[in-house]
């Protein structure tokens, strides 16, 4: 699943539980729930095995999905300002939810191929449910506006 999806349900998460002490662990864990629901990403994975790295059109994909993301979960933590402790466990939480994903980045993008980060690819390649690009994009929508209706409401 893309980073947005994972920021949002994040922020979401951390809206309505406000203790980290829960949102942040069950940010943790909605990472690998979402990665249960069909969805569609850029082919990481595949890219690097056969070009060596991702293609450019994956590599700005994921640009603009990160740089989304981040502009999202920034602006969804800094409304809970002046309440700084809110701020900061809705910056936890969207951290935390795409935590799983972030490790693989350096793998990716960076060349490093240590043995521990290519097992935990290969374990979240297996857990994860792809499916074609019209129906995983919007399964990917419907958890973005899920979650901005949870925070706003």
């Not at 922020?11 to 539980?17: E, N, V, Y």
Request: hydrophobic share 45%.
């Amino acid at each position: 699943m893309l980073e947005t999806p994972h920021v949002l349900v994040g922020a979401a998460i951390a809206s309505k539980i406000t203790n980290p002490l829960l949102s942040m662990p069950i940010s943790f864990i909605s990472h690998f729930m979402l990665e249960k629901v069909p969805h569609w990403n850029p082919h990481l994975n595949f890219e690097t095995e056969k070009y060596g790295k991702p293609t450019r059109k994956s590599t700005i994909i994921a640009a603009l999905d990160v740089t989304t993301s981040l502009i999202a979960g920034s602006f969804i933590a800094f409304k809970a300002y002046p309440n700084t402790l809110q701020t900061i466990n809705i910056l936890a939480c969207c951290l935390m939810a795409s935590l799983p994903d972030i490790v693989e980045g350096p793998y990716f993008f960076l060349g490093f191929r240590g043995k521990l980060i290519k097992k935990w690819i290969e374990w979240q390649k297996s857990i994860q449910v792809d499916t074609k690009f019209i129906p995983g994009a919007l399964t990917q929508l419907t958890t973005i506006l899920a979650s901005l209706y949870w925070i706003f409401s």
